[in-house]
C-alpha cells in the first residue's frame, strides 16, 4: 500500500459505529446491487465482469460505483453509518479489520455448496488476510507483490550487470553506488518512505517483524527489525547512492524513476501497466525479484470484495462475490492487465499481456510473500509509522530513536485497540 | 457610506416637521415595530431555519463531542474535558496553531499590495483596467487540486523554475516546500497569490466609491498626491479595508486543502514530507484526527478551539476598529 | 467614477504604473500558463525531470480524453444547475434575512444576526458528515436536491446584503410604510430594486464559488451522471498515479466558463461590493 492509498486507507471508521449487521428482510436474487470501487483505472475490467454477471442473471442490474481514491473511505464509512454502502465493495488489509469488527460486513461461507470462496483456490496469505476472528468475511480479488524495477539504459552506461535473482543486500549497495551519477544528477536507487514496497519487505528479509502474530505488540524493538530498515536509512545516508527525503518529497520516486534520475526503484506490481503504457519506458525499464537479506522476502497485499452487511439482497451480493473473486471474472481482470487476479492459475493473461517485462517475478514471489501486517485499527498506527521513519530518514533523528518513539506509540494503541474490541 | 453617483439618489419626500407632531410620528413609527415583528421574523424564517438544520446544529454538535470519545465501535461516551486536557499538552496542537496563526499574519501582508494595486488601477486615465483586473482574479476560481501539483513542480528543490531563476541570479535555493525553515513561507506566497486578486476586486470597489471632490477639495488646500492619499483615501477607505481585513482573518484561519495539496499529502508523500508538521494547519490537524485517525471526538475538540480562537479575534477586530475605521 | 482625463501627458505619467502591474499580473499568471502548457504535454513528457517549459509535440488528445473520461455534458449541466439554483434561492432568501436585520426591528434581532455570523467562522469541513446524515434521513443522496440545498443557506449573503441595505437612503421606504405599504411590499417593490448592485455581487461571488466546490458534491453524489465537473475532475485522478495533462486539460476546461462570466461582469461585480461592506 502506497502512502496515497494508505492515507485513505488510513481513513478507518469512526462512524462505521451503529450499522447493525442484521441481514435485509427481502432477499430475492433479483434486481439491482451497487459495487464500490476506488481505482479508474480498473474501471473498465470491473464494468465488464458485471456486465458478465448481468447476462448469467436475467434481471439483474449492477451498478459499478467509482468514488476516488481520496474520498473513497471517508465516504464509505459515511455511508455505513447511514446504512447505504454499496452492496459489495472493495476491501484492502489496513481497514479490513475495523470494518469486520464493526459487523460492518457479511460472512462468507467458505465450504459447502453455498460456499462463496473455496480458500485453496488463492494464496494463503490472501484468504488469511481477510478473515477475522476466523470468520471469512473477504473473497480475494487481485495481489500484489514487489520487485525491484531497474533501468537498462542506467545500467548499461554505468556497466553494471542487470538485477537477477541472485542480488544480495551487498550487491545491491555496491551496484547502486556504482550507479550513481552525480554529475548527471542521477542515483542508484529511489528510497521513498513507502511501507509495502520498501520497509516492509526488508524488515522481512533481515528476519524482523512489524507486529506479533496476536496483533498485541510492535516489533519496532527488535534488533532485525531495524537492521531492515537501517538498509534504506544508510542507502541514503552512509553509501550516498539514494536521493535525499526531501528530493523525493518534491518529486515521487515514481517520477524520478519513469524520468531516469534514479536507476532503480522498488515497485509493487501494480504499476507495471503504468510503465508499460509509455512506450519510452517500456523499452528501457525491466523488473528483477528483490534483493535476497538474510533471507528471501516480499510482502504480500490484495484486495478483497467484501459484502456490505445491512445490504438488502444477501444472497445475491454473496453470488456476485462468488462471480467477482471467480475464474471467469479472474480471467477478464488478468486480460485488462490492471491487476493481477488472486485465483489460481488466471494470472497467465497478466504476464502475457506484458511480455517486454518479466512479469513471472511477481507470481514466484507469491512462494516467498508475507503477509501484509495489520490490526483491529491498522490506520492509527501505520500513521504514526510514516510519520516517525521519515524522520529516520531524513537524518533529523537517529533510527534508534524513532523506532524507540514508534514502538512505545504503536504498543500504546494496539493496547487501545485491544481494550475498544473486548 | 458614500454612493455612487449612478445610483439616482432618492428625492427628499418627508418636510421638516414641527415636534408635536414629530413625537407623534414616533409613536406611529412604534405602533409599526410592534406590528412589524412578526415581518420581521417571517422574513429572517428561511435562511434562518435552513442555516440552523445545516449548519448552527452542526456546531452545537460538535462542541457537544469534543467532550466525549468516540469508541472505535460504539456511540459516545462523555468524558468531560479529557479531550481538551489532551490538547493543551499535545505539542502537534500548537504547533498547527502556531503555522496557521503565522499564516494568517503573512497572508495579511497581501493587503497591502492589493492596496498598492488597486490605486494603480484607480489612477485618473489608466487603460486596460478590465484585463488587468481579469488577470489578477484567475487565481481566485481556479481549481486547487491542479493548481497545487503547479506550484509543487515550480517550488521543486532540483528541477523547478523557481529555483532555476534564482540561480541564473546567483541566489541558492532550497527545497521550498519540504524544508522546515521555508515550507511556512511557501505556502504563504501561494496563499496571498490566491487571494491578492480578490482582495484587489474590493479595495477598488471602496476607492472607486470615493466622490472625486472630496479630492479636489483636498487639492485646493494645497495636499499633494501622498497627502491626499493620508487625508482622504486612508481614512474614506478605511471601512473597506476593515472588511477585507476581517473576512482575510477568518479565511486564513481555515486554510486547508492548498496546504494539504502543496505539502503532498494527498499522494504518496503523505506525511513523510519532513517539512509536515511545519506545514500542518489546524484545520488539517482536525481532518487528521476526524476523518483518518478515528478520534472524532479529539477532532471536535480541536475545531471547537478554533471556532472560539476566531469569534475571538473578530471581536477583537471590531472593537479596534473604533481606533482607525471611518464612517462617512 | 471619476471621468478619465486622457491628456497625452497623463499617458504618458502612467507608464511606472503599468509596468509595476504588468509585472504582478506575469507573475499571477505564470503558474496558470504553466497549467495550460502541460495540458497540452503527453503524460510521459509532463513527467520528465527537469521538466520541458514549452511542449515537445502538442498533445490535444489530452481534451478529448477528458470527454471520454466523464461524461463532460452531463457534468457541465448540473454544475450550471447546481451554481444556478444556490444562486437564486441565496439571493432571495439573504436578501430577505438581510433587509430584515436591517431595517425592521423585532425582539432578538441582534442575537439571532450573532447566530448568522457564527455560522461564517466554522470551517467548512466540519459541516460534511452532519449534512451528509441529513441529506441521507431525507434520500436525497445521489441527486440534484443533495448539491443544491444545504448551499441554499449563506451567513456570508446575509451579511453582505445587510451592509448594503445599511447603506441605503431610507426616505422613500418610511414614506411608502406611511402610505400603509405592509414590509414586503416595500422589500419587493423599492428596497429590492435598489439593492441590484449588490445583489449582482453576491450573485457572481455564490456562482463562482458553487462551480468550484469539490468537497461536498464529492461526497454526496457518487453518480457520475449526477456530479458536477468539479467532482468529476477529481475521480480521474488514478489511485497509483495520475495523468496530470488531462487533469490540467480538464479543469482548464472547467473554469473556462467562470472566467468568462467574471469577465463579463466585472465591472457591475465591482460596483456591487462597492455599495457593500462600508458600514459597520
Redesign the interface.
Known sequence: MRRRSLLTAAAASAFAAGCSSSPGSSDSRHGRLTYGIWDVAQLPAMRRAAREFERTRPGVRVDVQLTPNGTYWTKLRTACTSGTAPDVFWMNGPNFGLYADAGQLLPLETEGGEAVLRPADYPADLVSLYRWNGVQYGAPKDFDTVGLWFNKELFDRAKVDYPDAGWTWQDLITNAQRLTDRRRGVHGIGVPVWAQENYYDSIAQAGGWVISEDRKRSGYRDPRTLEGLRLWVDMIHRYRAAPTLQQITDTDATQLFQSGRIAMVQDASYNAATYYADPELRAKVDVAPLARGRRRATVIHGLGNVVYARTPRPALARDFVRFLSGRRASQIQGKYGTAIPAFHGTQRAWVEGMPEFDLQVFLDAVDYAVPYPTSGNTAAWAHKEQQLLARAWSGDESLDGATTALAKAMDQLLDQEGRAGS | MSLDTEVPAPPPVRAPVPEAEDRELRKRERAFAHRDKWWGYAFIAPAGLGLAVFYLWPVVQTLYYSFTEWGAFGGTTWIGTANYDTLLHDAEFWQALGNTLLYTGLVLLGIPLAMVLAVLLNLKGMRGTGVYRTLYFLPVVTMPAAVAVVWRWLYSGDVGILNQALDAVGIDGTYWVSDPDTVRFAVAAVGVWMTVGYNMILLLAGLQGIPQDYYEAAALDGAGRVRQFFSVTMPLLSPTLFFTTVLSVIQSLQVFDLIYLILGANTSVGVTNPAYGEGQTVVMLFFQKSFFDNQRGYGAAIVSVLFVLIMALTALQFRLQKKWVHYA | ??E????PK??GR?WP??L??SL??VL??F??L??VL?SFKS??ES?????T?WPHHWEWSNYATVFD?IPFTEQFLNTLLMALLRTAAQLL??S??A???AR????G?QT?FL????????????????????M??LGW?NSMQALV??G????FG?FLLR?FF??L?T??E??A??DGA???TV?WRIALP?AR?GLLALGILTF?WS??D??WP??VN???EQMPL?AG?????????TD?PV??AG??L??LP??VV??VM??Q???????S????
Open positions: 467614477m471619476p478619465a482625463t486622457r491628456s497623463r499617458e502612467l504604473a503599468h509595476v502591474l504582478g499580473a499571477t499568471v503558474p496558470l504553466w497549467q502541460t503524460f510521459g513527467t520528465r525531470v527537469p521538466p517549459i473520461s432568501l439573504c430577505l434575512a433587509y430584515a436585520f425592521i426591528r423585532f425582539p434581532r439571532i447566530g448568522f455570523l457564527a455560522v461564517l467562522m466554522v470551517p467548512g469541513e466540519l459541516f460534511l458528515l452532519p449534512q451528509y446524515q441529513i441521507q434521513n443522496l440545498v444545504p441554499m443557506f449563506s451567513a446575509t451592509q445599511l447603506g437612503p426616505e422613500v418610511e414614506a410604510r406611511l405592509n414590509p414586503f422589500y435598489l448592485p463562482l462551480w468550484n469539490l468537497m464529492l461526497i457518487t453518480d457520475p468539479s475532475l477529481a475521480s480521474l485522478q488514478g489511485a497509483h498515479l496530470y487533469l490540467m479543469s482548464l472547467a473554469t467562470v472566467i467574471f469577465m466585472q465591472r461585480f465591482i460596483q456591487g461590493i462597492a455599495f461592506g462600508m458600514k459597520g
